[in-house]
Each structure stands twice: as structure tokens, then as C-alpha cells.
């Protein structure tokens, strides 16, 4: 089973607005890491976030990581319409090598 | 291109006959993952190498299905006696050596269709 859960499922925003999306996980992890994915295609990696450290940001990216409450958000400031895609989270846990993903965030940005 | 990249891009097959899928890492990238993806849910790991060593295979992964990475290079993937539950997108993907827990590349994907 997996590891993560993203919320919403689905998030549907005009163009320009700001999305965000959230990640909650089941146990302790090493880092995490979102990836979007344009359907039909393969994942692309977006911002890893250390078990220890709060908040990252990248562009238009912003990530902030709650180990007390083993959660993690996703922002993404000005949407534009080639950020339609499916965001996942991914969850790498101290033992092994293993990356656990979500269910993903399917998001679409109106223009 | 140097990216990940999987052959085929797409398969459709009978059930009950054996399919292969290959992936090309990048190529100073000695981590390997092959992962299923079904519409819908998140890529669910299957197996991780490191080198030509198969290092972990996940507990949901069938003895029908079978990876290699003969010499720490490309790999395939094997899914013997095809189940209609077998269709999904298998996706490759590969990391540097170095620091641990890097972030994959993926390739594109083989989407098996199994009627």
C-alpha cells in the first residue's frame, strides 16, 4: 500500500491564482520529495524537502514539511495553464531504498 | 537525448503470454527502479538495483515477474503468463551514485495493455 495521501484529489484554479496541495504520511522518513507528472508521461522532480529542515522554496515553489505531523504542503504561486499536471508526493524512509508515492493532486489551471 | 528512456512505448498482449520491457538509465546513474502505475494511483514501487545487484523487490511484486540488470546497465523487465490485472504503465527510473536518496528520473513509460 502507499505510503502518502495527497488532498484534494482534484483542484481546479483560474489562472494566476495559487495552488496548494497537501501530503500526509504514515511513518518517519529520511526526506520527501514532489514530482508532477502530464498524463501519459513519466514523474518530474520538483523540490526535495529534508527530514530536517521546514520550509524550501524554488521559483515558484514553495514546500513546507511538519515531521510532528507528518504533512507536507505544496504551493505553487501565479499558476499558469502549463501547470495542469498530477503532483505527487514521495515519501523515502530511513531503511532502504524505496520511494513511497501518493495518490496525487490532479490540478488544473484554467487560463 | 540523454534522459531515461523504455522500450516499448506501448504493448498490448493476450493473456497468459510473457511480455519484456526494457529501460536505458542515464548513464552515469547507477541506481535503477521500476515502478507500476495504474489510473488513477500514485507509481508503486516493484524492485530497486544498484549496479547489476538486485537490492530490494517489493512483497506485492508476483514471482511472474522477474527483473535484471545483467551488467549495471540497461535493464528489462519480465512479466511471465500476462493477467489482465497486469495492465498498467511501468515506469523506469534511475539515480546517481553518491549521496543517497537522491531524486529520480523517470523515463516515459511502456503502457501494457493485457486483453
Known amino acids: 500500500s502507499q505510503q502518502g495521501e495527497e488532498d484534494p484529489q482534484a483542484l481546479s484554479i483560474q489562472e494566476g491564482e495559487n495552488a496548494t496541495m497537501n501530503c500526509s504520511y504514515k511513518?518517519?522518513?529520511?526526506?520527501l520529495q514532489w514530482y508532477r507528472q502530464n498524463s501519459g508521461r513519466g514523474l518530474v522532480h520538483l523540490i526535495l524537502i529534508r527530514s530536517n529542515e521546514r520550509e524550501k522554496h524554488s521559483g515558484r515553489l514553495r514546500v513546507t514539511l511538519d515531521t510532528s505531523k507528518k504533512s507536507s504542503s505544496l504551493l505553487i504561486t501565479a499558476s499558469r495553464a502549463a501547470d495542469t499536471a498530477s503532483y505527487f508526493c514521495a515519501t523515502v524512509i530511513n531503511t532502504g531504498n524505496q520511494f513511497y508515492f501518493g495518490t496525487g493532486t490532479s490540478l488544473t489551471v484554467i487560463p | 537525448d540523454t534522459g531515461v528512456s523504455q522500450d516499448p512505448r506501448h504493448k498490448i498482449t493476450k493473456r497468459g503470454q510473457n511480455v519484456t520491457f526494457r529501460c536505458d538509465p542515464i548513464?552515469?546513474?547507477?541506481?535503477l527502479y521500476w515502478y507500476r502505475q495504474t489510473l488513477g494511483q500514485g507509481p508503486e514501487f516493484l524492485t530497486y538495483f544498484q549496479n547489476e545487484a538486485q537490492l530490494e523487490k517489493s512483497r506485492l511484486l508476483s514471482d511472474r515477474f522477474s527483473a535484471e540488470r545483467p551488467k549495471g546497465s540497461f535493464s528489462t523487465l519480465e512479466i511471465q503468463r500476462t493477467e489482465q490485472g497486469d495492465s498498467a504503465m511501468y515506469l523506469c527510473a534511475s539515480s546517481p551514485k553518491g549521496r543517497t536518496y537522491n531524486e529520480q528520473f523517470f523515463g516515459p513509460g511502456t503502457r501494457l495493455t493485457v486483453l
Open positions: 511513518t518517519s522518513i529520511n526526506n
Open positions: 548513464s552515469e546513474h547507477n541506481r
